[in-house]
């Protein structure tokens, strides 16, 4: 069974199979009855609670408040805001009716026609309408303002090609949306928001990415600009792995949200929003596992060290426990998640390929001879490195271990990144270049066309115009036109 746990496709002969098929063996998550849309189980949703934890206090840190709007938004709303309704009118599941009813014919449960709405209702696939409809009731002068508000949330979008975390029709996510007197103030916040999203990904994920704002065709739908972090994944692909947006006033004109400002005139108000989902699952996975398994960062693992006994009987068991339970004890003062598996009904061995696979960062295994030793195993799951070491003083090497490993993973996913970094100057050189992945610099003349050309003939698309970049002069690689500065492409999930 052990053997099997761990037999995955390799990520060099599938990648994309691996994946699928870690996502399920890890326990994460499956398939559900319902086309597109996933079970997240116990353990994938215990990451997910951490990162939100997180994530939670970092946004309550700047000055921000959770809130909770409806689920379902009329249809009248989304067509407010022209470019909004554009973007996402592909991706909506429309409510039509309210009720069901016995088909006298005996065909089962029928929608009653009689019960048909009024008025359509969109299951979100965003936020901004219904939360400025009601912002419009909240807003009245610059006394109110700004308005800095979350919400966790789920959503839908009906995707036609779906992978668990990484598309899916309907996901778990936060979209914050704030309101503000001024244009600085909206332009602030957006870039602050952003750098949170950076900071997580960077400090807890250990996932490196590269900032920026988006080309005009991809940003987001209804915004004036659209800030990004970019992540680069083991393949080379690039994940969009959090935005924030600068509205600018778009939504207030769209629900008529105006202020009397201090000139006590009216104006209308300034805006933003910004999100992550559980799409940062699929980052976690794909930047840090391996063949044998999820790899995960300490600071985001539901079970941070794991501590495996070795017996034959019980006798042997109660001397292992009773010598274990101080050290539980110790690290879960230190804040450390430790689970101590004395459950009799798998072998030691099954155990191991268990929490392999699931990524446990530390895991300990204590036997007799250990115990008579003074001694324990320690193995560290990013790099798979087994040594025998003192049992005394194992908490503080337990602490100093998950630290390097946190570190380790950061570096080893930035030097795989930077290894898979190149320039391109002729749009020869970049088609060649862009089959083996990767992310690659090259100047572009800041149009739309150009654009598109070269997405549709290399199905790459421009990730983000880095704030950091080589802000070098040059000429587009495509039609020799000038370019301020090169930009990042990839091709991406």
């Known amino acids: 069974m052990a053997k099997e746990l761990k037999n995955f496709t390799k990520r060099s002969d599938n990648y994309s199979q691996w994946y699928n098929e870690l996502v399920v063996k890890a326990d994460l998550a499956e398939q559900s009855a319902v086309r597109g849309c996933m079970v997240i189980k116990p353990y994938g949703y215990a990451i997910w609670e951490k990162m939100q934890r997180q994530l939670d206090d970092m946004f309550k840190e700047t000055g921000h408040q959770n809130a909770y709007f409806p689920l379902l938004i009329p249809k009248s709303f989304l067509s407010r805001e022209a470019d909004h309704v554009e973007g996402f009118a592909k991706e909506c599941a429309v409510v039509t009716h309210y009720r069901l009813k016995n088909d006298p014919e005996g065909n089962g449960v029928v929608v009653d026609p009689a019960a048909r709405l009024e008025e359509e209702l969109i299951i979100r696939p965003t936020s901004e309408t219904i939360i400025w409809n009601t912002y419009k009731n909240w807003i009245h002068s610059y006394r109110d303002l700004p308005i800095l508000v979350n919400q966790w949330a789920n959503v839908f979008r009906w995707e036609m090609r779906t992978r668990m975390f990484l598309r899916t029709a309907e996901f778990l996510w936060q979209e914050g949306h704030t309101a503000h007197a001024t244009k600085e103030e909206a332009e602030t916040e957006a870039r602050k928001m952003l750098d949170v999203y950076g900071e997580f990904a960077e400090k807890y994920m250990a996932v490196p990415v590269v900032k920026g704002v988006k080309s005009p065709n991809e940003r987001f739908a209804g915004a004036l600009d659209t800030y990004t972090i970019e992540a680069m994944m083991q393949d080379g692909k690039a994940l969009q792995s959090g935005t924030s947006h600068f509205l600018g006033q778009n939504f207030a004109k769209a629900f008529d949200v105006t202020f009397m400002n201090k000139e006590n005139k009216p104006e209308y108000v300034w805006a933003t929003s910004w999100g992550v989902s559980t799409r940062l699952m699929g980052a976690l996975i794909m930047t840090h596992s391996d063949d044998n398994g999820l790899v995960l960062p300490p600071k985001l693992a539901p079970i941070q060290v794991v501590i495996v006994p070795i017996y034959k009987n019980e006798e042997g068991l109660k001397a292992i426990s009773e ?171």
């Not at 110790?330 to 430790?338: D, H, M, T, Y």
């Not at 696979?357 to 490195?385: C, F, N, S, Y």
């Not at 290894?419 to 270049?433: L, R």
């Not at 290399?458 to 000038?482: E, H, N, Q, S």
């Open 323 to 493: 010598k274990v339970e101080p050290l539980v004890k110790e690290l879960r003062s230190r804040g450390i998640s430790v689970k101590y598996d004395d459950a009799d009904n798998r072998r030691p061995g099954f155990k191991f390929a268990d929490y392999e696979v699931k990524g446990v960062p530390v895991r300990l295994a204590i036997g007799q001879r250990d115990l008579e030793e003074g001694t324990v195993e320690l193995m560290r799951r990013d790099t798979l490195e087994k040594e025998t070491v003192s049992f005394d003083g194992i908490a503080d090497e337990v602490v100093r271990l998950l630290d390097d490993i946190q570190n380790n993973l950061f570096v080893k996913a930035k030097n795989m990144r930077e290894s898979k970094t190149t320039t391109a100057d002729t749009y020869e050189e970049f088609k060649e270049k862009i089959e083996n992945g990767g992310f690659i610099l090259a100047h572009w003349d800041g149009t739309t066309e150009t654009e598109e050309k070269i997405k549709e003939e290399t199905k790459a698309t421009i990730r983000c115009i880095p704030f950091d970049g080589d802000k070098t002069p040059g000429v587009c690689m495509v039609t020799g036109k000038p370019s301020s500065q090169r930009v990042i492409f990839a091709r991406s999930y």
